[in-house]
C-alpha cells in the first residue's frame, strides 16, 4: 500500500512552522496514544530537535491503558518528558500546563533575575492530522478557542491562545511527510482516521482492519461487537481458499449481522466498510494499541 497525502499546504504549514518556532520556548508534541510512532512525523521531530519538548499521548481513553503506561516509559528512558490525555474528557491536560511550567522554571528564574519579570511561556503545539489538537487547546484554554471535528485538515493556520496568564499556545495545522515509506504506518493512519477519506479505498482499508485484528489473535473483538462468533470464524478460516478470500468472507459475514444487504441479497460492502472504521475510530470497538514499545 502506497498512500501519499501531502498537499501544498502541508509543505507551506511546514515552512511556517519551522518559522515561528523561533518565538517558542517549549514544544508540546501531540501524538496518537494507540500508535505513538506512526503518529510520529519524522521531519518535525527534526525540526523542533534542541527545543524543549513534552510528548502527549492523547486520545489515550481509546488505547489499552498497561501499554499506554509502556509508551510513557519508553519516551522516558529516552529522557522524554511523557502524559498521556483524553482532550475529550480532560484527563490528564491538567498536568500538561504544570508539567510546562515545571520544565520553564529554570527560564523564569533566569528571566527575573535580569528583571524580565511576568513574560509567558510560549508553547506551540504540534502534531499530525487528526490527532486531536483543537480539542486538546480548547480543554487546555478552558474555552473553545478553536474549531474541532473527528476529521483531519480542520487547522489551517498558526494561531496563538492564551491558556492563563502564564502560557500562551500557538497553535499549528496538522502535518504528514512526503512519502509513507511503511505499509504499517500507512494502516495505522488510515485505521485513526489521519489520512482524509477522499483519498482511501474503504473497502480495502476495513479489509486491512480485519486482517489486522485476526492476524493479531484479536478476533473477540469482532465477535463481541458484531456478533459473529467464534466457530464461524474458524470455519471461514479452515476454507481451501486463499487468505484473502477468508478475510473478504469475515468481511461479508460482518455485514450479514449488520443488515447491510442490498437488492438481490448482495452485500453492501461501501456501508460495511465504513462502519467498521467509523467504530474501530470512535473507540466503539474498544481499546486497542495498534503499536507496542520494544523492550
Not at 510512532?37 to 519538548?53: M, T
Not at 493556520?157 to 491558556?163: D, E, G, L, S, T
Not at 476495513?206 to 464461524?232: C, D, N
Request: hydrophobic share 40%.
Amino acid at each position: 500500500m502506497n498512500i501519499n497525502w501531502y498537499p501544498g499546504h502541508m509543505a507551506k504549514a511546514k515552512r511556517e512552522i519551522k518559522e515561528d518556532l523561533k518565538l517558542v520556548d517549549i514544544v508540546i508534541e501531540l501524538l496518537d496514544a494507540r500508535c505513538p510512532l506512526a503518529s510520529q512525523n519524522p521531519d518535525i521531530k527534526e525540526i523542533i530537535a534542541g527545543k524543549k519538548r513534552i510528548i502527549v499521548l492523547n486520545k489515550a481513553d481509546l488505547a489499552e491503558d498497561a501499554i499506554t503506561k509502556e509508551w510513557i516509559e519508553y519516551f522516558k528512558r529516552q529522557g522524554i518528558c511523557a502524559l498521556s490525555t483524553d482532550s475529550n474528557s480532560g484527563f490528564g491536560v491538567d498536568k500538561v500546563s504544570a508539567t510546562v511550567e515545571a520544565n520553564m522554571q529554570a527560564e523564569l528564574e533566569k528571566n527575573a533575575g535580569k528583571g524580565r519579570v511576568g513574560r509567558t511561556i510560549r508553547a506551540c503545539i504540534i502534531g499530525i492530522p487528526n490527532v486531536g489538537k483543537s480539542s486538546f487547546i480548547n480543554r487546555m484554554a478552558k474555552k473553545t478557542a478553536v474549531e474541532v471535528a473527528n476529521r483531519p485538515g480542520v487547522t489551517k493556520k498558526n494561531k496563538w491562545i492564551r491558556v492563563n496568564n502564564k502560557i500562551e499556545l500557538l497553535d499549528t495545522p496538522g502535518v504528514l511527510w512526503p512519502k509513507l515509506e511503511s505499509r504499517e504506518t500507512a494502516l495505522y493512519l488510515s485505521f485513526t482516521g489521519t489520512i482524509k477519506e477522499e483519498i482511501l479505498d474503504k473497502i480495502e482499508i476495513a479489509y486491512e482492519l480485519i486482517r489486522y485484528f485476526l492476524q493479531t489473535g484479536r478476533e473477540e473483538v469482532l465477535i463481541s461487537r458484531y456478533g459473529i462468533t467464534k466457530e464461524q470464524i474458524q470455519q471461514i478460516r479452515q476454507m481451501d481458499a486463499e487468505e484473502n478470500e477468508k478475510y473478504y468472507a469475515i468481511f461479508l459475514e460482518i455485514g450479514k449481522k449488520r443488515g447491510a444487504i442490498i437488492s438481490g441479497g448482495a452485500i453492501d460492502e461501501e456501508k460495511v466498510a465504513r462502519m467498521l472504521l467509523e467504530e474501530f475510530k470512535n473507540g466503539k470497538l474498544g481499546k486497542i494499541s495498534l503499536e507496542r514499545p520494544h523492550k
